[in-house]
């Protein structure tokens, strides 16, 4: 369902081979490709270290730097950060630095395939719980939806939903009622 929501993304490529990539301005290469407003459509934003070694002064200005931007909105309100490397150790670290600042980003290895992505962050037993429903589902759900698939109350899927999307983990798109809001896990976005 979310092939039919239009989805924006921008690509931050680092760099190819497997240079050691230090760059005390790294944050600034990050904000040169995303958006400069905030009133936008749902967005991903994807860098894509390919097989670059960030030194950890990199890694902080990435995840601290940048994912504190996208966590106060500074890329708007529809907006979810991917990080993709080749290294499994880079990826663990980046995870590890996003959960100890409590900013929600997701990881991967191959920038084009989106949906093998894992959450970095802050997550509940519960909030996983929900976003693999939601994965499961398509990609895509709404209170209802969500409700039904749990055999739980409607609001009690809307508060699980709107607290997944307040971290940074679902984009909400807005739908007139009866219907309620579109509920998107950014991983099912399939990049062109």
């Excluded at 005390?24 to 994807?46: A, K």
């Excluded at 109350?153 to 709107?162: D, Q």
Aim: charged share 20%; hydrophobic share 40%; aromatic share 6%.
């Amino acid at each position: 369902m979310s092939k039919a929501i239009p989805f924006d993304i921008r690509f931050v490529p680092a760099g190819t081979g497997s240079a050691v990539w230090d760059d005390p301005h790294v944050d600034q290469l990050i904000h040169r490709f995303m958006p400069h407003d905030r009133d936008h459509g749902p967005m991903l934003g994807v860098l894509h270290m390919g097989a670059t070694r960030p030194t950890p002064g990199v890694l902080r200005n990435l995840v601290v730097t940048v994912g504190e931007d996208v966590k106060a909105g500074r890329y708007g309100n529809c907006f979810s950060l991917f990080i993709s490397s080749e290294d499994e150790d880079t990826r663990s670290v980046i995870g590890d630095v996003a959960a100890s600042r409590n900013v929600a980003l997701f990881v991967c290895s191959s920038f084009d395939d989106l949906d093998d992505a894992e959450p970095a962050g802050v997550l509940t037993a519960r909030d996983r719980e929900t976003l693999n429903l939601v994965s499961e589902a398509g990609g895509t759900a709404t209170a209802l939806s969500l409700a039904e698939q749990v055999s739980i109350g409607k609001t009690a899927a809307g508060n699980r939903l709107a607290s997944l999307h307040r971290k940074g983990y679902l984009q909400r798109v807005v739908q007139p009622h009866p219907a309620g809001d579109l509920f998107v896990d950014p991983r099912s976005v399939r990049v062109p």
